[in-house]
């Protein structure tokens, strides 16, 4: 008698379960055929019938029974070791604005669940700052100037970096605008960090009475994209739209210390290596689309 095969005796457990060969395939995602033949090798390995084949599917023999029942507990014995090897805290939920999740991150999520299967990120998409004791938050990326508050973590993933952008049609129509001052009589599409009006105020220029306002970065270009008007947005997020063609790049804003988005968590935190591997992955990640080219 030879040593059973351990994937044939989950097939055998499979089948034995659903008492037909279709479902344990579909069960273990396999073809029909290669779930029978393994359980036709464990037969003849074992020299004995494990079960009857019937018109409308499988039934256990007396000796399949009695088999099955130590190969079902031996199975749970593996699986349970095997799942106690894996790292604790493999999800993790991650907040971010609706803008920075439609206009970055969720077109490179996919890369990182390549690289990280074990890893399951949640997304948590809304405008408000997150809470990490009441929101079950454990890592935050957010638009701003550091420090961030007390207590936390940061990390800069990118600088602001603001542009004008606007849609190719609108561009030529404008014409080369050289100055923060050109801006003023034009068309100017702002969301609700109120960028331009901030701008226009810092540098002593007086604010136009109306700016077409929208609530999300995201809204904001999308709108500037279809000819609207002229958007101030942070370069990471406008990465690929220029590259697209849908935005073209009319005045970079040259200020130091604009600000930035920052990778927070709580500073009091336990090592997680889950969190660890994400933070490593979106800081190079961004580094990679701000490179030139």
Same mark, same amino acid.
């Given at each position: &008698?030879?040593?059973?095969?351990?994937?044939?005796?989950?097939?055998?457990?499979? %089948?034995?379960?659903?008492?037909?060969?279709?479902?344990?395939?579909?069960?273990?995602?396999?073809?029909?055929?290669?779930?029978?033949?393994?359980?036709?090798?464990?037969? %003849?390995?074992?020299?004995?019938?494990?079960? #009857?084949?019937?018109?409308?599917?499988? +039934?256990?023999?007396?000796? $399949?029974?009695? #088999? @099955?029942?130590?190969?079902?507990?031996?199975?749970?014995?593996?699986?349970?070791?095997?799942?106690?090897?894996?790292? *604790?805290?493999?999800?993790?939920?991650?907040?971010?604005?609706?803008? =920075?999740?439609?206009?970055?991150?969720?077109?490179?999520?996919? !890369?990182?669940?390549?690289?990280?299967?074990?890893?399951?990120?949640?997304?948590?998409?809304?405008?408000?700052?997150?809470?990490?004791?009441?929101?079950?938050?454990?890592?935050?990326?957010?638009?701003?100037?550091?420090?961030?508050?007390?207590?936390? @973590?940061?990390?800069?993933? !990118?600088?602001?970096?603001?542009?004008?952008?606007?849609?190719? $049609?609108?561009?030529?129509?404008? $014409?080369?605008?050289?100055?923060?001052?050109?801006?003023? &009589?034009?068309?100017?599409?702002?969301?609700?960090?109120?960028?331009?009006?901030?701008?226009?105020? *810092? +540098?002593?220029?007086?604010?136009?009475?109306? =700016?077409?306002? =929208?609530?999300?970065? %995201?809204?904001?270009?999308?709108? !500037?994209?279809?000819?609207?008007?002229?958007?101030? +947005?942070?370069?990471?997020?406008?990465?690929?739209?220029?590259?697209?063609?849908?935005?073209?790049?009319?005045?970079?804003?040259?200020? +130091?210390?604009?600000?930035?988005?920052?990778?927070?968590?709580? $500073?009091?935190?336990?090592?997680?290596?889950?969190?660890?591997?994400?933070? @490593?992955?979106?800081?190079?990640?961004?580094? @990679?689309?701000?490179?030139?080219?």
């Amino acid at each position: &008698m030879r040593q059973a095969n351990l994937n044939a005796l989950r097939m055998f457990d499979a %089948a034995a379960r659903q008492l037909n060969f279709r479902l344990a395939a579909e069960e273990l995602n396999l073809t029909q055929g290669a779930v029978a033949q393994q359980v036709r090798r464990l037969e %003849a390995d074992l020299g004995l019938q494990l079960f #009857y084949r019937e018109a409308r599917g499988l +039934a256990l023999t007396e000796v $399949g029974r009695s #088999y @099955h029942a130590p190969v079902r507990r031996a199975l749970a014995i593996i699986d349970e070791a095997t799942q106690k090897l894996r790292p *604790e805290n493999t999800r993790i939920t991650l907040s971010v604005t609706p803008s =920075f999740a439609s206009k970055w991150l969720v077109p490179r999520l996919a !890369a990182f669940a390549r690289a990280h299967p074990d890893i399951e990120v949640q997304i948590v998409a809304n405008e408000g700052l997150a809470n990490f004791q009441s929101d079950g938050v454990d890592l935050a990326i957010r638009q701003g100037r550091a420090p961030l508050g007390e207590g936390l @973590h940061v990390e800069l993933l !990118a600088p602001l970096a603001l542009y004008a952008v606007c849609s190719p $049609g609108l561009a030529e129509e404008l $014409g080369p605008i050289k100055r923060l001052e050109d801006f003023a &009589m034009r068309p100017l599409i702002q969301d609700s960090h109120n960028l331009w009006a901030g701008l226009f105020e *810092e +540098a002593g220029i007086a604010v136009p009475r109306r =700016f077409v306002q =929208f609530n999300q970065t %995201a809204l904001a270009m999308d709108a !500037a994209a279809h000819g609207q008007g002229i958007a101030l +947005a942070p370069r990471l997020l406008l990465n690929a739209e220029l590259e697209q063609g849908r935005l073209v790049e009319l005045w970079q804003d040259g200020r +130091a210390n604009q600000g930035g988005y920052y990778v927070i968590y709580p $500073g009091d935190r336990q090592a997680n290596p889950a969190r660890d591997a994400l933070i @490593h992955w979106l800081l190079t990640e961004a580094r @990679h689309s701000r490179a030139p080219g």
